[in-house]
Nanobody, 127 residues
């Protein structure tokens, strides 16, 4: 079993920054990749950033590319999401997800690929 706990959400004005954290309860080497998703009211859950545990390869959704950065601290079993130049449309609940199985890079953003999820943290960006 993998337990994931997100933190760092909050309210910020447009143009501001936030840093989210996702702490995993298992040794980081057990997971193949960890991913940030978000879900706004009335919208589907969207995969926005992923990092493969070995090699630190990252991928981003076009909606956040150039503004968000995903990283990991293997010693702390923690993944981070640095969010800059935030926009009102970034308002959502942000979730982290993990997979013990290998996921092809073409499917990293599909929520159905992940077995483990955090409880989510709210991010609100005001204009």
């Amino acid at each position: 079993q993998v337990q994931l706990v997100e933190s760092g959400g909050g309210s910020v004005q447009a143009g501001g920054s936030l840093r989210l954290s996702c702490a995993a309860s298992v040794y980081s080497g057990s997971t193949n990749l960890m991913t940030w998703f978000r879900q706004a009211p009335g919208k589907e859950r969207e995969g926005i950033a992923t990092i493969y545990r070995r090699g630190d390869t990252t991928y981003y959704a076009d909606s956040v590319k150039g503004r968000f950065a995903v990283s990991q601290d293997s010693a702390k079993n923690t993944m981070y999401l640095e969010m800059n130049s935030l926009k009102p449309e970034d308002t959502a609940i942000y979730y982290c997800a993990a997979s013990l199985r290998w996921i092809d890079w073409r499917r990293w953003s599909r929520a159905s690929e992940y077995d483990y999820w955090g409880q989510g943290t709210q991010v609100t960006v005001s204009s």
